[in-house]
T-cell receptor
Framework: GAGVSQSPSNKVTEKGKDVELRCDPI?????LYWYRQSLGQGLEFLIYFQGNSAPDKSGLPSDRFSAERTGGSVSTLTIQRTQQEDSAVYLC????????????FGSGTRLTVV | GDSVTQMEGPVTLSEEAFLTINCTYTATGYPSLFWYVQYPGEGLQLLLKATKADDKGSNKGFEATYRKETTSFHLEKGSVQVSDSAVYFC????????FGQGTTLQVKP
């Protein structure tokens, strides 16, 4: 596609429920990144995919967070048993092998846990 | 580990004023450096970048020079406009982008 697409754009969920956030990167971009943007916390790295593998998942805050990528394209970030502190904007970015210096970001999913 | 430190905001300026947003970094290697901008209600956009020491990145009247000796990448603009009001993020890339906390710029007419 023309840009990085994320869905849903907004998600309100009850504490304890599981949520899935989707990212559709730019076609042909092999690298995909998830970040979290919280008030007062800036942009926090979560996980990086190169193709379908995740060489760096060091930023996942707990084992309630997981992510997968299939077909070298779409990625899903899953948060199990959501907590109020998970409320944030979750951003996805992608980059091509030859343009690894700069990323293209999606508009994000705003997650609110009530 | 690698990190980026930006000046705290908000920064409030009058239109046509000179802008400087300070950014310093800590890195074990020689990372590429970036400024990203987030306009109200929009996603992050790459503003400019520099990939090696003494490189100057520039775009839309904004400039930043990669200073290895002071480990800095300060953002400057000679004359800001109301439309420049946004949050600005400094970042480095060593395998992944590491961001500063962001600096909010408010430009008043």
């Amino acid at each position: 596609g023309a840009g990085v697409s994320q869905s849903p754009s907004n998600k309100v969920t009850e504490k304890g429920k599981d949520v899935e956030l989707r990212c559709d990167p730019i076609s042909g971009h092999t690298a995909l990144y998830w970040y979290r943007q919280s008030l007062g916390q800036g942009l926090e790295f979560l996980i990086y995919f190169q193709g379908n593998s995740a060489p760096d998942k060091s930023g996942l805050p707990s084992d309630r967070f997981s992510a997968e990528r299939t077909g070298g394209s779409v990625s899903t970030l899953t948060i199990q048993r959501t907590q109020q502190e998970d409320s944030a904007v979750y951003l996805c970015a992608s980059s091509s092998r030859t343009d690894s210096y700069g990323y293209t970001f999606g508009s994000g999913t705003r997650l609110t846990v009530v | 580990g690698d990190s980026v430190t930006q000046m705290e905001g908000p920064v409030t300026l009058s239109e046509e004023a000179f802008l400087t947003i300070n950014c310093t970094y800590t890195a074990t290697g020689y990372p590429s450096l970036f400024w990203y901008v987030q306009y109200p209600g929009e996603g992050l956009q790459l503003l400019l970048k520099a990939t090696k020491a003494d490189d100057k990145g520039s775009n839309k009247g904004f400039e930043a020079t990669y200073r290895k000796e002071t480990t800095s990448f300060h953002l400057e603009k000679g004359s800001v406009q109301v439309s420049d009001s946004a949050v600005y993020f400094c970042a480095l890339n060593e395998g992944k982008l590491i961001f500063g906390q962001g600096t909010t710029l408010q430009v008043k007419p």
